[in-house]
């Protein structure tokens, strides 16, 4: 079972293109759900809906939100359903399993003051410090993800002209603009920070390094962004807090829903659309001065 497990991860890495967290997801999901299958000694193919069932079920009382309950069974889906196109099932059993209804909840959006304070905590004065400024600054600056920041290569910048050539979900490349306070903290860093970071020629070529020389990793920002977010009375905050407070202030702050759309690289207008709940008093302001016959 490891065996087609593996293939398949290599199937989504070559053909899909997909990235290493996403892959990551999978083989955990479905290396659990295998886990499950020897526990009463049965094999893939063995598996019936009925089976499946109880998995789900198992997972829902163990607490599992349904957002990890409906990726565990799109992973089963995808999985038996390669495995089906290949002909080493004769059936995918998950095909017909239903995915809990998705819970609705509001977007977690700091406030524009907020979001100042965190941007002014990190301290300047030693090259970590210069990096950490550089970093949340570029991340507010454009919303993009914390993988997409902390992938960034040096040729991916361009100071002069404001912008970073960002890769997102598939590799798709998005070119995504920046502001003059971002652009001074990038150049702070890139002219007095980053070489007293750089130890590890391999690294030559990342834009933000870790204190061995070597590329920031995901891990090491989220420590770094709850460290300033503590620090700044915030509580502790997630690199999505600080991507969908950049599409509330945009939107906000009169923001056409399309350019932000881009900007954040969301394929649907829909998912940027969450972000557009206006206080009753800007929204009387925006109709008043757009509607013909206000």
């Not at 967290?21 to 083989?27: A, F, G, I, K, V």
């Not at 920002?221 to 009375?233: N, V």
Request: aromatic content about 6%; overall charge positive; charged content about 30%.
């Amino acid at each position: 079972m490891n065996e087609h497990l593996q293939r398949y991860i290599e199937h989504l890495r070559e053909d899909r293109r997909l990235s290493e967290n996403t892959l990551s997801s999978y083989r955990r999901d479905l290396s659990r759900f295998i886990a499950y299958l020897e526990e009463r000694q049965l094999q893939l193919a063995d598996a019936t809906r009925h089976h499946i069932a109880t998995y789900v079920l198992e997972l829902k009382n163990e607490g599992k939100k349904a957002a990890t309950t409906t990726r565990h069974i799109v992973s089963l889906r995808s999985f038996y359903y390669y495995l089906s196109e290949r002909s080493v099932l004769a059936h995918n059993p998950a095909m017909f399993i239903e995915s809990p209804k998705p819970e609705k909840r509001e977007p977690s959006v700091m406030s524009e003051e907020a979001a100042e304070r965190l941007l002014e905590e990190p301290c300047a004065d030693t090259s970590a410090g210069k990096r950490d400024k550089a970093m949340l600054e570029l991340l507010y600056a454009t919303g993009i993800r914390v993988t997409e920041l902390i992938m960034l290569n040096m040729e991916d910048v361009h100071t002069e002209l404001g912008y970073i050539a960002c890769r997102g979900n598939g590799l798709r490349e998005r070119l995504v603009p920046f502001g003059r306070q971002a652009k001074s903290a990038l150049e702070q860093y890139l002219g007095e920070g980053r070489t007293g970071l750089l130890t590890d020629r391999e690294a030559d070529n990342a834009l933000f390094l870790n204190h061995l020389g070597t590329r920031m990793t995901r891990q090491g920002f989220w420590k770094t962004l709850k460290k300033y977010g503590e620090r700044a009375g915030l509580g502790e905050i997630t690199p999505h807090t600080l991507r969908h407070s950049v599409a509330a202030h945009m939107l906000g702050n009169g923001a056409d829903p399309r350019a932000v759309q881009e900007l954040m690289g969301h394929a649907e207008l829909a998912t940027t659309l969450k972000y557009t709940k206006l206080p009753k008093a800007r929204l009387r302001d925006a109709y008043s001065l757009s509607h013909p016959r206000a």
